[in-house]
């Protein structure tokens, strides 16, 4: 079994509706972090969390929220989607320390807001 | 200026050919240097770390040069398997890492 999961796979949604998406991880990592990816521009980090009390903005955390539910789950919300949100969303983990450097990727979500 | 700038290619080499990729970085505090690989709609993977004295991990070679802010990958005897994204990435202390847009490489037979 895959050591981070995100859930869904594939996503088609309407601009104004509100969208979860999950990541679960086994990897027993304190850090999780949420990432989108856009042809053209690269990885960019949306909010990381570097343990179940702490939430931290990233570089494009505008119109996104997120929740630490426990040490293995950490959600990515769109309160009201927008087209520009069509994007591949990575959720990814890591120790803390030097083992930040190495972060484990889920399988992304792809998601498109129509 | 981009934090981390690389070329985003795409590289078209043939199966042996030695190929090299660039990568410059804005910020001299930067600590921690990597090459990431990513697959076509596959997650991101470590490929290696970066260290200023360099380091060698089979046929891939990775060069620090700080004074530049310059980094460096180069695959030798390229293989099929090779084709892929690689990324150059930056790390400012232990807390989030910086990604740069990526280098596509392609490997024909």
């Known amino acids: 079994d895959a050591d981070v999961t995100q859930t869904p796979r594939n996503r088609i949604t309407k601009t104004g509706k509100r969208i979860m998406l999950e990541c679960s991880q086994t990897k027993g990592h304190d850090r999780m972090y949420w990432y989108r990816q856009d042809p053209g521009l690269g990885l960019r980090l949306i909010y990381y969390?570097?343990?179940?009390?702490?939430?931290n903005k990233g570089e494009i955390s505008d119109g996104y929220s997120v929740s630490r539910q426990a040490q293995a789950k950490f959600s990515l919300s769109l309160e009201s989607a927008i087209p520009n949100q069509t994007a591949l969303y990575f959720c990814?983990?890591?120790?803390?320390?030097?083992?930040?450097?190495?972060?484990?990727f889920g399988p992304g979500t792809r998601l498109t807001v129509t | 200026r981009k934090e981390v700038e690389q070329d985003p290619g795409p590289f078209n080499v043939p199966e042996g050919a030695t190929v090299a990729f660039n990568c410059t970085y804005s910020?001299?505090?930067?600590?921690?240097f990597f090459w990431y690989r990513q697959d076509c709609r596959k997650e991101p993977k470590l490929l290696m770390s970066v260290y200023s004295s360099g380091n060698e991990d089979g046929r891939f070679t990775a060069q620090l040069n700080r004074a530049s802010q310059y980094i460096s990958l180069l695959i030798r005897d390229s293989k099929l398997s090779d084709s892929a994204t690689y990324l150059c990435?930056?790390?400012?202390?232990?807390?989030?890492?910086?990604f740069g847009k990526g280098t596509m490489l392609l490997v024909s037979p």
């Open positions: 990435v930056v790390a400012s202390g232990y807390s989030t890492l910086t």
């Open positions: 969390s570097f343990d179940v009390k702490d939430i």
């Open positions: 910020n001299s505090a930067s600590q921690s």
């Open positions: 990814a983990t890591s120790d803390g320390g030097r083992g930040a450097y190495e972060q484990y």
